[in-house]
């Protein structure tokens, strides 16, 4: 069974930092990864995904990485801004199934 | 495209009333997913189809929930009888395959 893990649970940083945000899946077997970010009481906003034969995505400020291999995928936000504060979700499916597996999330908060 | 299309926002009702929630996917995407979030649990899979013919099921907590798909472009979840741990967001999401995943602004749920 597919098990999706984010690490940090909850990060703090100022304005202006570069940071990155850790997920771990359990089966390599994967089609896609993709990154979500989701603002408190609303829906779920796709900002990157990723296919099994790709190694990264890049979006304006924002970088996702994948190693199949290790079962990790990283997102990179460069510089920081307040209104990236929100929760970052990661997903992936695979091993025959299109259902997306999420993990629990990172709730970033990006401090003026 | 307007996205994926979800009714009601918001749903309150007392215990024992029948819920029926609607979803529009993209034109087009050949799956459907009912996901329900909740605190405690993230994002968990009720439900999914794949040209309008559902494929995994295992995520329907009991009976008193059912879900259909009628045609390519409208789905239902209804509960029925409702309880207040049935309190919850419940997002539709849509695919074309291989593709990324589209997901509705949600219904919020409270069960009284």
């Known amino acids: 069974k597919q098990e999706v893990t984010q690490i940090p649970a909850a990060l703090s940083v100022p304005e202006g930092e570069n940071l990155v945000l850790n997920c771990s899946f359990t089966d390599s077997a994967i089609y896609n990864l993709q990154w979500f970010r989701q603002d408190p009481g609303k829906g779920l906003t796709s900002l990157l995904l990723?296919?099994?034969?790709?190694r990264e995505q890049t979006s304006g400020r924002l970088n996702a990485s994948l190693d199949k291999s290790s079962g990790r995928s990283t997102l990179y936000i460069a510089a920081s801004q307040p209104g990236d504060s929100a929760t970052y979700l990661c997903?992936?499916?695979?091993?025959?199934?299109?259902?997306?597996?999420f993990g629990k999330g990172t709730k970033l908060t990006v401090n003026p | 495209d307007a996205g994926v299309i979800q009714s009601p926002r918001h749903e309150v009702t007392e215990m024992g009333q029948e819920v029926t929630l609607r979803c529009k996917p993209i034109s087009g995407h050949n799956s459907l997913f009912w996901y329900r979030q909740t605190m405690m649990r993230g994002l968990e899979l009720l439900i999914y189809?794949?040209?309008?013919?559902?494929?995994?099921d295992s995520g329907m907590p009991e009976d008193r929930f059912s879900a259909k798909m009628p045609n390519a472009s409208f789905s239902t979840l209804k509960i029925q009888p409702s309880e207040p741990r049935d309190s919850a967001v419940y997002f539709c999401?849509?695919?074309?395959?291989?593709?990324?995943?589209?997901f509705g602004s949600g219904t919020r749920l409270t069960v009284v």
């Open positions: 997903a992936v499916n695979g091993g025959g199934s299109e259902k997306l597996v």
């Open positions: 990723i296919q099994s034969s790709q």
């Open positions: 999401a849509s695919s074309q395959t291989p593709g990324g995943y589209t």
């Open positions: 189809f794949n040209n309008n013919v559902p494929i995994d």
